[in-house]
């Protein structure tokens, strides 16, 4: 596996080895659980997948899933959450990059991305966008989180919010945008949940 972003990945790799994984709930946030309630199951993507909470909330709904993770330790311990929930068979999680899924098979009904995109820049972030548009059917749904910044932050946590529009524009119909805040320890972010729609 080819790692974007070495010390991103080192940084990641600890904080799972160390169990500092303030994101990681039971259950995954509100707008997943929203999706669950309005879409028909079929195959999901979990992009970043983490520790899984998603793809078995999913799972446990009917749902196919195939979780990928760049981080070991996470896969590890989302494989340890997947057996005790008793859905091995319905979900599968794959270490790997989000920025090459050549080892996955189209198309998926739903793309989820719980804050992995907005670690991206550059080549990395246009194979990373070019794997969704690849991957997600037409018709088919992408509920993205990210963390904001504005495009003259260079080196700030975050993703502009017009490269997102720009990134994703010819492909996907935006929904739904939702411009929020979010709280990580003592910082205070700027986020938005957006829900695209893949053109036909």
């Not at 910044?149 to 492909?171: V, Y």
């Not at 709280?183 to 205070?188: L, T």
């Amino acid at each position: 596996m080819t790692t974007p972003d070495p010390p991103r990945f080192t940084r990641f790799q600890q904080r799972y080895r160390d169990g500092d994984l303030p994101w990681d709930h039971d259950l995954p946030p509100p707008e997943i659980i929203a999706v669950a309630e309005r879409l028909p199951p079929g195959r999901v993507l979990d992009l970043g997948c983490g520790t899984a909470r998603a793809s078995v909330f999913l799972a446990a709904r009917g749902w196919d899933a195939d979780g990928v993770d760049f981080v070991p330790e996470a896969i590890t311990m989302a494989e340890e959450r997947v057996h005790t929930a008793g859905l091995a068979a319905q979900v599968r999680l794959h270490v790997g990059s989000v920025t090459d899924l050549s080892f996955l098979v189209k198309p998926y009904d739903l793309a989820i991305d719980v804050g992995c995109m907005h670690g991206f820049e550059g080549a990395d972030l246009q194979s990373y966008a070019a794997e969704v548009v690849r991957l997600v059917r037409p018709a088919g749904c992408f509920l993205l989180f990210a963390h904001l910044r504005e495009p003259d932050q260079e080196g700030s946590t975050g993703i502009p919010d017009a490269t997102i529009m720009s990134l994703f524009a010819d492909t996907f119909v935006f929904e739904l945008v939702e411009h929020g805040t979010t709280v990580v320890g003592d910082r205070q972010m700027d986020s938005a949940w957006y829900t695209l729609r893949r053109r036909g």
